[in-house]
Nanobody, 116 residues
């Protein structure tokens, strides 16, 4: 079992920055990748960014150049640095971990609200 706890969400004005954290605990030996997803009201959950155990990153086109995903393996923590935030970035942000045997775990989510 793996437990994921997100933190760092909040209210920010457009153009501002936030850093989200995802602390992982439990059986971490077989991780395929970790990632951030988001879900806005009335919309489907969508991929924001992912990072593999080898450090390869992938971003949604809508956040490229503004968001940076990273991880600290020693702390079992993943981060999402979000800069130049826009009102359309408003959503609940979820942390996901996919194991090497294709089992996924999700955090409880953290709200990010960007005011105009």
């Amino acid at each position: 079992q793996v437990q994921l706890v997100e933190s760092g969400g909040g209210l920010v004005q457009a153009g501002g920055s936030l850093r989200l954290s995802c602390a992982a605990s439990g059986n971490m030996f077989a991780v395929n990748y970790m990632g951030w997803y988001r879900q806005a009201p009335g919309k489907q959950r969508e991929l924001v960014a992912t990072i593999t155990t080898g450090g390869t990153t992938n971003y949604a086109d809508s956040v490229k150049g503004r968001f940076t995903i990273s991880r600290d393996s020693a702390k079992n923590t993943m981060y999402l640095q979000m800069n130049s935030l826009k009102p359309e970035d408003t959503a609940v942000y979820y942390c996901k971990l996919l194991t090497s045997n294709w089992v996924d775990y999700w955090g409880q989510g953290t709200q990010v609200t960007v005011s105009p």
